[in-house]
């Protein structure tokens, strides 16, 4: 980009910016531009680098190398306060309001220098008036919707007359006709001047709404495009990488009845920020491996706990098991039935902290390994089954009397997937199996899988990690926003349209994007 | 430059234990200063404190009459507090099973039968395990804080209690005292040794501490327990029903809270009177904590302070201390006791806000 004499220096301007945590690299060199009266679309799977990005921005993080420019001037920004001072506003994707209080409490709260509340009542009023967000500052936060609510954080940061507005995820709580609102508001926002930087990934939004992108893969800007000369598929295949293609499939699996049968299954979300799940249908066959892919926080753990038996369905028979209706039974229920789950939380859901493996291991396996009797725990059998674990899966601690707390989060993650695949389930749900396990530790666990399929189970994998469910399953599906798309076989699927279901593209024929791309 | 309270990294197992014994320590330092200041010799208050009732047969089992049921309501209380069940409201259930055992004795004032003080034991039970049921079903069913709801029970137990022996059960040849009949010899419990109120309960007390300990520790229902106070999430994940835990734990706690007041009323006591204890269910949560939550635990913890009440009350004997500072020294125990907890846990670090490079 080659700016001429008279171009006005960007408003903000990140170079070469680094941020290393243990063992991760979550921003490598990031550069990127946001002018004045933009809208920035900062785009990226979780687990991209944006969050951190945008904490680095509102000084929330300190960058380890890198230079940040704001209107072509060198400035550290030591915390958030500095930045607003700057004149740097925040909407951050999960709200932090009080529940008990006013409209008007809470920004107020929010303001480093408040005036007084009649004032600022009267201020607020303008501001949502002025930008069509209609908020009551009397109202108390816990009688608003979750727009509502939304509209509380950006009229907070409004008020502070902000030349550059960072948005985290904003839709992801809002019904389609209050995304239409807040893009009209932002349109404008930047029609005024202030510029804007939109973080989401979905693909659509930022083709409607900004000119220009940087999509963010592995803590690296991966490109720059214009979304308006992009189509969704190509921003996908950039976002999740074309490199995935070269990951060995594993041999067609011999399938045989159905073992898991999901029909209809609706869930209403358990909080403000969770995930409905609508209608939800499939099935998984004796000796098959079904995959579901999905950004996080789509409803993979609401799903999760839905097949688990943690949140019953509706209906007795949104869930079978071998034929059997389980959706009204609970999780011991269903373990009976032959259906056992790997939760995608090790500490505190899988596996308690503070007990030893011993007790890890009649967790869940008290029924299905005869670990009771009588009411009371046969102690010799609950720690020959931790040791069967420990030795199966090579779980590297000092003992089975050791606390799982005391565990690696691999090794931990070995042991909660070994106790599940040993109970022999017919059924297994597993959530992000191999998730902060090492390459090793890895293949181990897939291979476990692949075996277990082998020997007639169904198995049922949630993950984020593409590469792994592409290796894994014979059949694909993708969760987005609780609306799970059909399976269909992983072989006739390409990146792109696994990229456009992630992103929330339903229905679109990929092939004009194919000719978009060409342009 | 500010404080910064920051978990540790790995506790050492050896202090969770050991920091009881460090906080009875430092209270009896704290105490000494206490005694001090109020103008008492130190040394020989703490002796008659802590020493002398230890000397006599008789002290030896005033000891154990006053631990027992403190040992019984903290066990009960214990297996709530590990499931996160907070029922602070023991007085009141053990009220109200010294009104049900109480009642069902001066019904059967007659009868002179072996099965008379079982059955008020039984009632004794129900009366607790009914008053903590209202905690129980307002928390399942309206996720109602059971630690108001047991704790305002406490104060309606109490008022009931004097309702009763102030009216329907107040002895008609009582020249108007407020308390009832005394009670049947049948429906007293047997005495222990001779010449001192020592009675059976301390066995069943022991039996239920021993139980206690096989329940929480060996059986599926006290694993239960353990997880869902741990990590809820586990416990959803396992299948372990929370509220099945409440009903179960609250009952527990009343049910043992309701058998110690029967044994106050069929022991030492006699008959219903306005007050049957003199906050035996509050300090049994300072001796389920003290000790751990541990049944073994609970038990040292309920003779310690079952020495502290004799011990005050000697002390008031033999050197004028007021009754007060029984009190004041009790709630010191606990103080430390929490306070040497969160250290263990955490550490108060001296912190300058992080700057980074330009």
Wanted: proline share 6%; charged share 15%.
């Amino acid at each position: 980009m080659d700016l001429g004499e008279s171009a006005p220096a960007p408003r903000l301007s990140l170079r070469g910016i680094v941020k290393r945590f243990p063992g991760v690299v979550a921003n490598d060199a990031v550069s990127l531009d946001v002018r004045q009266g933009e809208i920035h679309g900062l785009i990226g799977e979780n687990g991209a680098g944006k969050s951190t990005l945008v904490k680095i921005i509102d000084g929330v993080l300190q960058p380890d190398e890198g230079e940040i420019l704001w209107q072509g001037r060198p400035v550290t920004i030591p915390d958030p306060r500095a930045a607003r001072r700057l004149g740097i506003g925040m909407v951050f994707q999960h709200f932090s309001l009080f529940e008990a209080m006013s409209v008007v409490e809470n920004v107020a709260l929010g303001l480093d220098d408040p005036p007084p509340r009649n004032r600022l009542a009267a201020e607020i009023r303008d501001v949502a008036a002025d930008y069509g967000l209609p908020l009551d500052p009397a109202r108390d936060v816990h009688t608003l919707s979750v727009g509502e609510r939304q509209r509380i954080e950006i009229v907070r940061a409004l008020l502070q007359k902000p030349r550059l507005l960072i948005m985290d995820e904003p839709t992801s709580v809002l019904t389609p006709q209050e995304v239409e609102r807040l893009f009209a508001t932002l349109r404008r926002l930047a029609g005024e001047g202030c510029s804007i930087l939109y973080i989401s990934h979905k693909l659509q939004e930022i083709t409607a709404l900004c000119e220009r992108a940087t999509i963010l893969r592995g803590g690296k800007v991966v490109a720059a495009c214009d979304p308006r000369r992009e189509t969704a598929g190509s921003m996908a295949q950039m976002m999740i990488g074309a490199e995935l293609r070269t990951v060995a499939r594993r041999s067609g699996a011999v399938v045989g009845a159905p073992r898991l049968v999901v029909e209809g299954l609706d869930l209403p979300a358990s909080d403000p920020h969770g995930v409905a799940l609508k209608g939800i249908g499939f099935e998984v066959r004796a000796g098959e491996i079904v995959g579901i892919a999905g950004v996080a926080g789509n409803g993979q753990g609401e799903l999760e706990q839905a097949l688990a038996g943690e949140r019953p369905a509706a209906r007795p028979e949104a869930i079978r098991i071998d034929g059997r209706p389980a959706g009204r039974l609970g999780p011991d229920e269903r373990r009976a039935a032959g259906l056992c789950c790997v939760p995608e939380e090790r500490n505190g859901h899988g596996a308690v902290p503070g007990f030893t493996l011993v007790e890890n291991g009649i967790l869940s396996a008290h029924h299905r390994r005869g670990l009771v009797g009588g009411g009371l725990i046969r102690l010799r059998k609950a720690r020959a089954f931790a040791a069967e674990i420990v030795s199966a899966f090579d779980v590297r601690t000092p003992g089975v009397d050791a606390a799982a707390s005391s565990l690696s989060g691999g090794n931990l993650q070995k042991f909660v997937v070994g106790r599940e695949i040993l109970q022999g389930p017919g059924v297994l749900v597993v959530s992000q199996p191999t998730w902060g396990v090492d390459a090793g530790a890895a293949a181990a666990i897939h291979a476990a899988l692949i075996r277990l399929a082998g020997e007639g189970a169904a198995i049922l994998v949630i993950s984020q990690d593409l590469d792994e469910l592409l290796m894994l399953s014979d059949r694909l599906a993708v969760i987005n926003g609780g609306v799970l798309s059909p399976p269909r076989p992983t072989d006739a699927m390409s990146v792109e349209e696994i990229g456009l279901l992630m992103g929330g593209v339903h229905g679109v024929d990929p092939a004009p994007a194919e000719a978009a791309h060409g342009v | 430059m500010a404080f910064r309270i920051e978990p540790r990294r790995a506790p050492p197992a050896s202090l969770f234990y050991l920091t009881p014994v460090l906080a009875v320590a430092v209270t009896v330092v704290l105490g000494a200063l206490l005694f001090a200041a109020l103008g008492y010799a130190p040394g020989a208050t703490l002796y008659h404190f802590f020493v002398s009732p230890l000397t006599t047969v008789n002290g030896l089992a005033e000891l154990v009459l006053k631990a027992t049921p403190l040992a019984m309501i903290g066990v009960g209380l214990a297996a709530g507090f590990r499931a996160n069940v907070w029922n602070i409201g023991a007085e009141g259930q053990l009220t109200l099973g010294a009104i049900a055992g109480g009642m069902t004795a001066l019904e059967l004032i007659d009868v002179d039968a072996p099965w008379v003080l079982p059955l008020m034991a039984l009632a004794g039970v129900a009366g607790g395990m009914a008053w903590a049921a209202i905690p129980a079903f307002l928390k399942v069913r309206f996720d109602v804080s059971e630690i108001l709801t047991s704790l305002m029970l406490t104060y309606v137990a109490g008022l009931l209690l004097a309702l009763l022996v102030h009216g329907p059960l107040k002895d008609p040849t009582g020249y108007g005292f407020p308390q009832s009949a005394m009670f049947a010899p049948s429906a007293n419990l047997p005495m222990l040794v001779n010449g001192t109120r020592l009675n059976a309960g301390a066995l069943v007390g022991l039996a239920v501490v021993l139980g206690a300990w096989l329940v929480l520790a060996r059986t599926i229902v006290g694993f239960q327990i353990r997880v869902v106070g741990e990590a809820p999430a586990a416990a959803r994940y396992a299948g372990f029903s929370a509220p099945r835990i409440v009903w179960l734990t609250l009952l527990a706690g009343g049910g043992l809270a309701g058998l110690a007041g029967v044994f106050e009323v069929a022991g030492p006591i006699g008959q219903l009177v306005p007050s049957i204890s003199p906050g035996y269910g509050f300090t049994a949560i300072i001796v389920a904590f003290l000790g751990r939550l541990h049944p073994v635990g609970i038990l040292l913890a309920a003779l310690l302070m079952a020495l502290s009440y004799i011990g005050g009350e000697n002390a008031q004997v033999a050197v004028n201390l007021p009754r007060a500072a029984t009190g004041v020294f009790q709630g010191l125990l606990l103080f430390v006791l929490l306070a040497s907890d969160f250290l263990v846990r955490y550490r108060i670090r001296l912190a300058r806000p992080a700057r980074a490079a330009p």
